[in-house]
Each structure stands twice: as C-alpha cells, then as structure tokens.
C-alpha cells in the first residue's frame, strides 16, 4: 500500500532556508536553557496530582465498542479484501501507531481505558493476579514489542497486506494475554508497548494532570529499580529513534546507498537497531547519573506528530471512509484533502521546536531537583558512615549495629529534611547550573538538528 508512503513537505517547502531553519532550532535550545537557568532556579514541577474522571456511565461502552472494532478489522483483514480496499494498516498505523499519541497527549493514557487486550483479559475471567506474579523485568517486554512493531512498520517485506498484519495482530495477542494470565493483569501496564506509548505520551495531558508539564515531572516508573528506569528509557529511544530512521530511510543518500550495497531489508535492521540502541546510550549517560528520559518525551511527541502529520490528515479519515463503505454506507463521499506543503512545513517545524523547548524545561527542572536532593541524601551516608565507625569499636552484636545504623540514618534523614525545608529549595547559582546542563543542551541540539535535517533532507 504506497498511500501510506508518509511525509508531505520537504526543504523546498520551508518558509526559510534549511540551514536557517537549523540555526534558528539551534538558537532555541540554547535561549530555552539561558532563560531557565536565569529565572528557573528552582524545581517547579514536582507534586504533579492526575486528575479522576468519571467514567461509570460511558467507559465501559466504549471498552466493548473498541473491543468490537478490533475483532471485526481482524477478521476483516483475514477475510476481506486483500487490496487497499482493506483499511487493515489504516486501522494499525494510522489510528493506532499514530493517532495514539495526539489522543494521549490531550486525554491521558487512553489505550490503557480502552485496551482490547484487557477487555478480553476480564470477558475470559483469566486470573486477575496471574497464575505466577512478578515484574522483574520491568518495561523492557514493551520496549522490545515496541521494537519489533517499528521494525515490521518500517521494514518488513509485504507490511501493508492486510493478511499479515491480521495474523501479526493474533500473534501478539495471543502472546500477550498468555503473558497476562501468567503475570496478571497488570503485565499490560509493562508489557503491551502500545499502553506503556500511551501512557508516556499521556504525561504531557493537561486534561489528565494538574499543572502544565507536571505529569513529566512524576516517576515515570511504579517502582525505582535500574531496571524500570532503564528499561522506560529504552523505549523512548525505540519511538523516538525510529521516527529518525523513517526519516533517513526517505532520504535521497539513503536510496542510493541501499541500491548499491543490495540486501536493503538487512541494512535497514541493522540501521533501524543502531540508531535506537545510540539513542538509549545518549540519554542515559549525556547528563551523567540525572536521568533524562522524561525530558525525551515531549520531543518524542512532537517529532512523531512533525512527522506523521501529513499522513495522519489524508490517511487518517480515508481509512474511515475505507471502513464503512465496506458496510455500504457513504458510498460516494472522497477524501481527497492535499495538504499545503508550506503550511505543513511550518507547522512541522514547531511541533519540533516546541518539543524540544518542553523537554529543556523538564530536563532543567530535574536537575535542579537532583541538586536539592544531593545534600540530603550525603547526610544520610554521612550519618550512616558515622554509625559503621561508632559502634564498630565497642563490640556490639550484629543486631545491635543494625539497630543503632537504623536510628542513626533515621536520624540523618530528618536532619537532611529539616534542612531542606528549613532552606526553601534555595536557589542554585546560575553558572553552576549552566555548566552542570552543558552536555545535555549539546545533546538536545543535536537532537533537534537531526530532527529537522532529516525531515526535511528528500
């Protein structure tokens, strides 16, 4: 199906030239981090509270609706048509891989609302606490679904026969609800890619979260495992990095070299699995032990809407007419919008720089959160040090050393809390702080200009 071919726009269609384009997206990063070092100089975002809806009366409608609609695109896409008649890879990744995140964005993690998966995990009665519990493993079960699927979007021969993607779609269902039954219900939350993707787009939310920003501000994670953290991490460099590389896959340089060197699906793995696994390297060691992945999430979001945008316009709706004109209805109505390239353009360029503004923002708010921590979590090991060096010379019992490390970091903590508080989260020098954030603004420089030189490089 080459209508899915997406990206409208290229440099031509910019309102500036391309390496004005880069310089001004440059510029932004780098004002964005002077003006927060300047007049933010104090963590703003922490204490993020998600809104309650009320959901009695429509969600779970809506669950049994959208548990319908996926049932019958399945079937359809085993049974109906096997052309582009079939809105089977409209339905996978158009409404889905796409349209997630803008839904996310404004409502919150709304593929975990309306999960097919789960909604069929409640109708089998399968055991809600799963037959064997346990999450060691973290996210790192949706980072490599997550993988596989861009991997099957960006380079699998045939991706778009609806008969594919129909068995594809049982396949990974059937795995995870197994998974499921296994684990509980909660395995979704950590291991179907498409709820973890919703729910990380859903922090920018301002229906869902109080406060502008603040649900980024928010562990990311349930748990404060390495695991989890680097595990979330990955998957942000899985979204994020493929969108680069469906860039580069559009790029003159990119067809010529795959048509010299041959075996194009092998070159595209290999380049697909590289740039995320750099990506994944980048966040977690540009900044040092600060971890950065919240701050990649608004990028993330407004690269994927920068990118897909055309195609979510002219596609989105047209898989919608593909749908119910299969049941006879609006036999005659089109879809035919042809987006204007240089309006299309600018409004790439800020979704990109707007994200990458939105994740300066966050990224600086969690360094001056690390800072404040800092020193509280130094009396705590100091006390504690103390504690080892006190009692080890008086011939105390294990017990007794323990106790008396255990009332001694106590203590620490409350000394360390107390001066936190009695100091109001004081302010941090600005230098200090400008020198602490140089290697992360340098990332996301490079960030934004890969971002824009890719998109707009065909």
């Known amino acids: 199906m080459t209508a899915l071919a997406h990206g409208v726009g290229s440099s031509s269609d910019l309102p500036l030239p391309l390496d004005l384009v880069l310089q001004a997206g440059a510029a932004t990063v780098v004002v964005s981090f002077l003006i927060s070092a300047l007049w933010w100089r104090k ?30 695109l399945v079937g359809n896409a085993l049974l109906g048509p096997a052309g582009e008649t079939n ?31 789960r909604t069929l995990f409640r109708v089998l009665r399968l055991p ?7 999450g060691g493993a973290g996210v790192w079960p949706a980072a490599a679904w997550l993988l596989l699927f861009v991997w099957f979007e960006l380079v699998a021969p045939g991706r778009a026969d609806p008969r594919l993607i129909g068995w594809g779609l049982i ?32 922090r920018l939310s301002p229906v869902r979260w109080r406060g502008l920003l603040r649900g980024l501000a928010v562990p990311l994670s349930s748990t404060a495992s390495s695991v989890s953290a680097v595990g979330l991490a ?7 990095g493929s969108t680069v590389v469906d860039s580069a896959f559009g790029s003159p340089w990119w067809a010529g070299f795959v048509q010299r060197a041959g075996h194009p699906a092998w070159w595209a793995t290999g380049a697909l699995v590289l740039i995320c696994l750099g990506v994944l390297v980048a ?6 032990g600060l971890d950065v992945t919240a701050s990649l999430i608004p990028i993330a979001v407004g ?46 360029v800020g979704l990109i720089l707007a994200g990458h503004v939105a994740g300066v923002i966050v990224a600086h708010d969690a360094a001056l959160e690390a800072g404040v921590r800092a020193p509280a979590k130094q009396a705590v090991a100091g006390v504690a040090r103390a504690a080892e060096r006190g009692t080890a010379g008086v011939g105390l019992d294990d017990e007794a050393l323990a106790a008396a490390d255990a009332d001694l970091r106590d203590s620490g903590r409350g000394a360390a809390k107390a001066d936190l508080e009695g100091s109001g989260r004081a302010e941090r020098p600005m230098l200090a702080t400008l020198a602490e954030e ?19 490089v065909r």
């Open 43 to 72: 963590p703003r975002l922490a204490g993020g509270v998600p809104r309650t809806a009320r959901t009695a009366g429509w969600l779970p409608v809506l669950r049994w609706l959208v548990l319908a609609l996926t049932v019958y």
């Open 87 to 117: 809105p089977a890879a409209h339905a996978v990744f158009v409404w889905l891989w796409v349209g997630l995140v803008p839904v996310s964005a404004v409502f919150g993690p709304v593929w975990r609302a309306v999960n097919p998966l």
């Open 128 to 134: 809600a606490s799963g037959l064997r519990p346990g």
């Open 171 to 202: 396949s990974y269902g059937v795995v995870q609800l197994g998974m499921a039954a296994l684990r509980g219900e909660e395995w979704f939350a950590r291991g179907d890619c498409f709820e973890v993707y919703s729910e990380l787009a859903g």
């Open 234 to 240: 990955a998957l942000v460099a899985v979204w994020w």
């Open 283 to 288: 966040v977690r060691k540009t900044a040092g």
């Open 303 to 348: 690269y994927t809407l920068a990118h897909y945008l055309s195609l979510l316009i002219v596609e989105g709706p047209r898989g919608v007419l593909l749908l119910v004109q299969q049941w006879g209805l609006a036999s005659e109505a089109r879809w035919d919008v042809v987006p204007i390239p240089a309006v299309i353009a600018g409004v790439q």
């Open 438 to 456: 140089f290697p992360l603004v340098l990332f996301m420089i490079g960030c934004t200009w890969a971002g824009l030189f890719l998109l707009f």
